[in-house]
């Protein structure tokens, strides 16, 4: 081959070569959210809220939420502990019993290194971790990570009392990630009505605010792609119907996870409110696989924009 040929042939593989490099490069900007599912399965409605009658079926999850960004990815809960069964035994018997029947109840469930695996997710990747509610289907996962793990102040707090005196918490569980747990501070002032939130990054991508009740620090992410966002609800309401109408929790949930009900269901209600303020920003219990379909499509997909 002559020199021009080449040269021309090098030319052409330069070019190849920067435009995957762009490519690739351009697939990094801007912020992606991806679902993470690590188990499913259908249950009564009822059990969804007291009053739910527009939803025959509660298609439940245990699911995360990973948010790729510039800064560093972020994670919001982990699902599962992978000995959360022997987790249950270290709780007093109705928590034991319930939590038994939960974790029974979570078919064919993946680790959280697993599911983010799904997505190309390396679980060294993960510079944070979000946690709603450190109830051990959302904490839980988060042994098997080595990212600091932020809570409100207020969990904080909780989290110390539970591995004293646990009530739903193993306190093997907080004992194995207590060195990483960080407080969020709140002070990136009101935001959409609430009276403090947390914007994670400054770019207004991951928003947190206060949503109490459920556990004294539980808290809820809004998440912006694009123009749109979502609203991550954590456990304060299980159903999509509950949110929207403003439902408390069935009866035997409500006497078994909310630790102050009455302020849980002022949270129900508040977020009722939410929704008929803003109605374009989709709610998402943290349960409700219906929510996550109509929010985020397929479950170890990751998109751009809602």
Not at 137 to 163: K, N, R
Not at 273 to 287: D, N, T, W, Y
Request: aromatic share 6%.
């Amino acid at each position: 081959m002559n020199k021009p040929l080449l040269l021309a042939a090098a030319s052409l593989l330069l070019t190849a070569s920067a435009s995957t490099f762009a490519a690739s490069q351009a697939s990094k900007i801007g912020p992606q959210v991806c679902w993470l599912e690590m188990s499913a399965a259908k249950l009564d409605s009822a059990m969804g809220g007291a009053g739910i009658s527009g939803t025959p079926v509660w298609d439940s999850t245990i699911s995360s939420v990973l948010v790729r960004h510039a800064k560093g990815d972020v994670l919001i809960d982990t699902g599962f502990s992978p000995n959360a069964e022997a987790q249950m035994n270290e709780l007093p018997d109705a928590g034991r019993d319930f939590g038994l029947q939960v974790v029974s109840g979570a078919k064919d469930r993946k680790s959280i290194v697993d599911a983010l695996s799904t997505v190309g997710e390396k679980s060294s990747s993960v510079a944070r971790i979000l946690i709603t509610h450190a109830h051990y289907d959302h904490l839980g996962g988060a042994v098997e990570l080595a990212a600091p793990i932020y809570v409100t102040s207020a969990e904080s707090d909780w989290m110390a009392q539970q591995a004293a005196h646990p009530t739903i918490t193993p306190p093997s569980l907080l004992a194995a990630i207590q060195l990483r747990v960080k407080s969020l501070d709140y002070k990136s002032g009101p935001y959409l009505g609430f009276e403090s939130s947390d914007d994670i990054y400054g770019d207004g991508t991951i928003i947190t605010v206060p949503l109490p009740g459920h556990t004294p620090g539980s808290q809820g992410v809004f998440l912006k792609l694009a123009q749109r966002s979502v609203f991550l609800i954590g456990d304060a309401t299980d159903m999509l119907e509950a949110a929207v109408r403003g439902l408390p929790k069935n009866s035997a949930i409500r006497a078994n996870t909310d630790s102050e009900p009455e302020l849980a269901d002022a949270t129900a209600k508040r977020l009722s409110e939410f929704h008929q303020a803003h109605p374009e920003i989709s709610l998402v219990p943290a349960h409700d696989r219906t929510a996550y379909v109509a929010a985020f499509g397929r479950a170890s997909t990751c998109i751009s924009a809602f």
